[in-house]
């Protein structure tokens, strides 16, 4: 049984002090748990979560990024077939508000989160053993705010011109999927990590082979036209949870979700295949250079930057077109490792 909730005292200067809190954020991350905590204080509901849609190779997957509950526990992390939440499926497949009622009179409520004409991009999910309907014009006024702070961040992490994630937007993200791997090699059992033998990040630098040249050669629209192809391919060919950057100019970074290293390189090899077989309007045939690295818990961004830019010059330096593992050319004695900081080298 549904139990009445009392109707909300809220004032005018709460309600705006917490819109005021919840813009102030600049990133997706700090923007959603400010969003579930702010809802939970000044409400009575028992949990409020944020989900995110990903299309994986074993199907759709909701991923909670953000939830809080009574116990002021906020929490993170871990995926589920959307199949096996059918309040989420249903929002998802109908693209609008969806409520259930469990037997022990635990009502939830999923809000999907969409631009117009867009995909579902988020999921708000409340939870509650009382009458939601005091607060939901509320939590819809939240979440239309959610929606659009979401076109704003998403505008400005991108590259202009390819649609990409940019270069700044990188520098954000890699320090905390590092952080991510030392968390996860710090949970999983030694034994298990040997045994799947190097699932983990992998960073991939990305640069098109020549294209100085198909500038001078064909003036710059065509060259753009090349970049915007070029990054149509990575979309189509890379994975929807693999993450993908315009680094400058012609380079580009892709950040594979935790996989093996043959799968890595199957992967990237792919993508080099894929892009030498296809015929750039006007400019014909266009080929690129791979070089990639683990990204290892307790690594710096700059070091693993440098190992996948060292591959990936070696690459260009024999023959271009190719996909050089930086483990692999330390191993075989092809590059040596990098200075180590504060070394000093003489001249």
Not at 226 to 246: E, I, N, P, T, W
Request: net charge negative; proline share 3%; glycine share 6%.
């Amino acid at each position: 049984m549904i139990q009445s909730a009392a109707a909300p005292r809220l004032d005018l200067q709460s309600l705006m002090e917490s819109v005021v809190r919840i813009t102030e954020q600049r990133s997706r991350e700090n923007l959603e748990h400010c969003l579930v905590t702010t809802l939970l204080e000044l409400t009575t509901l028992t949990r409020v979560s944020i989900l995110r849609p990903l299309m994986r190779s074993d199907g759709l997957q909701a991923e909670c990024v953000a939830s809080a509950d009574t116990g002021g526990v906020t929490a993170e992390g871990g995926c589920l077939p959307l199949e096996d939440d059918p309040l989420l499926a249903r929002a998802w497949a109908m693209g609008e508000e969806a409520r259930s009622v469990d037997s022990t009179g635990l009502v939830r409520v999923c809000l999907p989160i969409a631009a117009m004409g867009e995909d579902v991009s988020a999921f708000l999910t409340i939870e509650t053993r009382a009458d939601p309907a005091p607060y939901l014009d509320m939590i819809r006024g939240f979440a239309a705010i959610y929606r659009n702070f979401l076109a704003i961040l998403r505008e400005a992490e991108r590259d202009t011109l390819t649609g990409l994630k940019n270069r700044k937007t990188f520098d954000e993200k890699i320090g905390r999927i590092i952080a991510n791997s030392h968390t996860l090699a710090q949970m999983v059992p030694q034994e298990r990590r040997h045994h799947e033998e190097g699932e983990q990040h992998w960073l991939g630098m990305l640069d098109i082979d020549h294209f100085k040249r198909v500038n001078d050669t064909y003036g710059h629209v065509f060259g753009d036209e090349v970049l915007l192809l070029f990054s149509a391919m990575m979309r189509k060919v890379f994975r929807s949870d693999d993450l993908l950057f315009r680094f400058g100019g012609e380079e580009f970074v892709v950040v594979l979700a935790p996989t093996t290293s043959a799968h890595a390189h199957q992967v990237f090899e792919r993508f080099r295949a894929v892009v030498e077989e296809f015929t750039f309007p006007q400019v014909g045939k266009v080929t690129v250079s791979i070089g990639f690295v683990a990204i290892k818990p307790g690594d710096i961004s700059s070091a693993v930057i440098g190992q996948a830019d060292d591959a990936l010059y070696w690459a260009k330096r024999h023959g271009r077109n190719r996909v050089c593992h930086y483990d692999q050319l330390l191993k075989d004695g092809h590059i040596s490792p990098a200075q180590e900081e504060g070394a000093i080298e003489l001249f």
